[in-house]
């Protein structure tokens, strides 16, 4: 989303580099020269008919087209574009990310998704830059464990997605050689510096106020005109654009102030006060901040009626003797001529504050080029320094943050024997739609070997580091992943078996540290087939607070809940886009 | 106990019978009620579309005309979530622009004595059943301020089961905005129109005779649309059922 934000898309086509939207729904919006209508369901105003042209139609334009004969079942179309995206995973040289969350002290990115394609763009492509916002940097390691939670609830309805991807840095033969983070302000300092409207930023893009809202259900997201639809995106784009155009004027009052929204936001956002916040500025004017620095604006022209029956009503309802008990003796309010005449443009003003010398017309100076000619001002220090100027009226870090945030929550939830916690480990993945097999450490072998030969496996990927006697039976060939690997080679094995650092039994989680016994990131990933050796009970802890515990910030994570999945084609859940379409696990013990 | 009877400046100039509705119902369960005559508007169309300064002249003559009540009694979720829930943000707004505590000194008593109707007869006076009778099948639309502000919860509904001769069914989709939202209706009347729509045909689905609510500007906004739509509902607010007797039927 940030970068559809800051238009990258455009500015790269201009500059003859090609990029290609890899989400499904993104896809589809691309694909259909479109505009993205829900933040978690960007093609949710199209239909399978509908998807099903575009893809007959504008696919061969750009790569591999789509299948003869393509019908619209959605499994279908998401066959499609896993064919078609497909051999641009295995040959692009540089992916682009954004992230969901960013860890202050470990630096930290984390990426949380269903389809796998983010997968693919973190671990295959030499370069990867991610474009995050700054609002997404969140404190410490031990915050991830309440978002992690927070997130799939409020977003996918789901105990956990299929795919969270946690990456500090690059990793020696494994992903990106070459890491580059892009930490975007575009109006989120300026956002912060009001105290009443920052609140917006806490937002963590899970759309529950979209599907809530009676207003974005009738309107639909195009009529927000920007990527953020709903009511977040009534308060958040006229806050990171500012007032001035026409359509960001008219946002906040897209909304009944019914508070749906908020009663299901999970991180709080009061929108209907923000939103009654941003009337206020568009109608009374006052004091902001753009691009870091204090401006007051004038009240928006094209409110001149409202603003004197307002006034008049106001006028009225305070001096009751004048009127009581008669409507008729209302008193005529103050007629609309008597304000000052001016184009009826409904858009606001920009002036300087009251006392600084200036022109009539408002020219906004950046504080760094202001300082021009005496001192270079990096962009760090320029965004540091606003962050630092929009939250002065904040008291300092007095007590520290660890002390500050209650952790007082639940840290796992139910009291479960051991036994029961494998229980529940196996009841989840396969509700999930994870296969999960139970055998003890003698019988591994027969049954990786059944299970291989039962998927018609040819050929089985190996990790440097697993177990030879895993394997010591079965009749596929056994083929070593190395750092020279390519993507090619990877995409033409049928299977992969590997290990795991440890499983969360709440959520029916297998998370891969990347060790040995699991090896790199993208072999999990590109071969259709994924089989997960659990060692129960030791592996297996009961909760997603409890896991981050034991895992290391500094490893590149994979956290995979069941095969990929999508729900970007009228919300019809299709299992298997970009990650391996089956996966099984065994619970060894 | 001193209670005065906060009508609201919508019901007093297009729903007056709401307000005698209001005073039989309380007299006939022996509060004596007083009626402020200076009592006007809550501030809460000017906070909403965005003038709270124009707002806080009347918030302050709301304080000035009921601060001395024990009790305030609004038969509106929306005006008495403005009280309860806006009235101190006024009084933070003020502060945080380095206007000083006056603004909030001045509010912060109305606040807390606040009360819409039903949370006053089931809280305060502790009655679910109020002696009514009022022979129709009737559906409750929970308003957003009285259910998502207020948190009124399941108050109306228990009123209304205990009242002789009702029949309450459920409404579908109970919990969502009828659509009309103050100055939204006028300022986006497409999408208001719509839900307001919605509204109907959910309450006609029910095969109810009236659709209740807590407010009566969202039952305008419902009522108008009925009306457009032909639908045989009436709207009646909560207070008329409540009001209404075997005695003295408001049917």
New interface residues.
């Given amino acids: 989303m940030a970068t559809q934000e800051i238009g990258l898309n455009e500015a790269l086509e201009a500059e003859g580099i090609r990029a290609y939207e890899t989400d499904l729904a993104e896809l589809i919006v691309q694909l259909g020269k479109d505009r993205p209508s829900h933040i978690l369901v960007p093609a949710i105003h199209r239909n399978r008919g509908e998807i099903r042209d575009i893809f007959a139609r504008e696919m061969g334009e750009w790569g591999r087209p789509a299948p003869e004969g393509l019908t619209d079942t959605p499994a279908e179309l998401a066959d499609a574009a896993r064919l078609h995206l497909r051999e641009k995973f295995l040959r692009a040289k540089v992916g682009i990310s954004g992230a969901n969350f960013m860890v202050a002290e470990t630096g930290t990115l984390v990426v949380v998704e269903s389809e796998g394609n983010g997968r693919m763009c973190l671990t295959l492509p030499e370069t990867l830059i991610s474009v995050v916002g700054i609002e997404k940097i969140v404190p410490t390691w031990r915050d991830l464990e309440v978002f992690l939670q927070t997130l799939p609830r409020s977003s996918t309805a789901e105990r956990m997605n299929p795919y969270t991807s946690t990456w500090t840095g690059t990793t020696d033969g494994d992903g990106p050689s070459a890491f580059h983070l892009v930490l975007l302000d575009n109006g989120r300092t300026d956002t912060l510096a009001d105290e009443v409207g920052r609140q917006a930023l806490r937002c963590i893009r899970c759309s529950a106020c979209l599907n809530v809202c009676p207003v974005y259900e009738r309107a639909g997201g195009h009529a927000y005109g920007s990527v953020y639809p709903g009511p977040i995106g009534a308060i958040l784009s006229p806050q990171l654009r500012g007032t001035q155009s026409e359509i960001d004027a008219s946002l906040p009052y897209a909304s009944s102030l019914c508070g749906a929204c908020y009663e299901v936001c999970p991180v709080a956002i009061d929108i209907p006060e923000v939103l009654v916040h941003l009337r206020e500025r568009v109608v009374q004017g006052g004091p902001v901040t753009r691009e870091g620095n204090k401006v007051v604006l004038k009240p928006a022209k094209g409110h001149a009626a409202e603003r004197a029956a307002m006034r008049a009503a106001r006028w009225a309802f305070s001096h009751p003797g004048a009127c009581a008990p008669a409507a008729a003796r209302v008193p005529h309010p103050p007629a609309a001529s008597a304000l000052p005449a001016g184009p009826r443009q409904g858009v606001e003003r920009l002036t300087r504050p009251p006392g600084r010398a200036g022109g009539a017309l408002p020219r906004l100076v950046a504080a760094h080029t202001r300082r021009k000619g005496r001192c270079q001002v990096s962009s760090r220090e320029r965004i540091l320094g606003r962050v630092r100027r929009a939250l002065a009226d904040v008291p300092g870090d007095e007590p520290s943050y660890e002390e500050a945030v209650g952790r007082d929550y639940l840290r796992e939830h139910g009291d479960r024997s051991v036994e029961e916690t494998v229980d529940l480990l196996a009841e989840n993945l396969a509700d999930y739609r994870a296969i999960v097999h139970r055998c003890t450490a003698d019988d591994l072998a027969a049954t990786l070997a059944g299970m291989l030969a039962a998927r018609g496996a040819r050929t089985v990927l190996v990790p440097p580091g697993l177990d030879p006697g895993w394997l010591a039976t079965t009749d596929a060939e056994r083929v070593a992943d190395t750092a020279g690997s390519t993507p090619y080679e990877l995409d033409r094995v049928d299977s992969v078996v590997t290990a795991c650092a440890v499983a969360v039994a709440e959520t029916g989680t297998i998370v891969l540290d990347c060790s040995p016994d699991q090896g790199r990131r993208r072999i999990t990933l590109v071969p259709d087939h994924h089989i997960c050796v659990v060692r129960v009970p030791d592996q297996v802890v009961s909760s997603v607070p409890q896991v981050m515990e034991r895992l290391d910030p500094a490893r590149p994570l994979t956290w995979i809940s069941g095969p990929s999945a999508t729900s970007d084609i009228e919300l019809d859940r299709v299992e298997g886009v970009h990650g391996p379409r089956t996966l099984e696990v065994i619970l060894v013990g | 106990m001193r209670v005065a009877l906060f009508l609201t400046?919508v019901n007093d100039?297009l729903y007056p019978d709401t307000g005698r509705a209001v005073v039989s119902l309380l007299t006939r369960l022996g509060v004596e009620v007083d009626f402020p005559?200076?009592?006007?508007?809550c501030?809460q169309?000017?906070?909403?579309?965005?003038?709270?300064?124009?707002?806080e002249?009347?918030a302050?003559?709301f304080s000035d005309v009921f601060g001395g009540y024990e009790a305030i009694v609004t038969p509106s979720g929306s005006c008495g979530a403005m009280v309860r829930e806006l009235y101190p943000?006024m009084g933070e707004?003020a502060r945080?622009e380095g206007r000083g505590d006056t603004l909030a000194a001045t509010l912060a008593p109305v606040v807390p004595k606040t009360y819409e109707l039903t949370e006053f007869l089931v809280d305060v006076l502790g009655v679910t059943d109020v002696g009514a009778y009022y022979p129709r099948t009737v559906t409750y639309h929970p308003t957003?301020?009285g259910l998502?502000?207020l948190g009124l919860g399941e108050r109306p509904r228990r009123l209304l089961r205990a009242v002789r001769g009702l029949e309450l069914v459920e409404l579908p989709g109970a919990?969502?905005?009828c659509?009309?939202?103050?100055?939204?209706?006028v300022?986006?009347a497409d999408?208001?129109a719509?839900?307001g729509a919605d509204k109907v045909r959910n309450a006609e689905s029910t095969g109810a005779d009236v659709l209740c609510a807590a407010d009566n500007s969202c039952l305008m906004h419902i009522g108008g649309t009925m009306t457009r739509l032909r639908s045989g509902l009436r709207p009646v607010h909560i207070a008329e059922i409540l009001a209404s007797t075997e005695e003295e039927p408001a049917v």
Avoid: I, W
């Fill in positions: 400046c100039t005559m200076a009592q006007t508007c501030g169309a000017h906070y909403n579309t965005g003038y709270r300064h124009e707002a002249p009347l302050r003559h943000r707004r945080a957003c301020h998502r502000g919990d969502e905005c659509g009309f939202g103050g100055t939204f209706a300022k986006n999408v208001s719509a839900m």
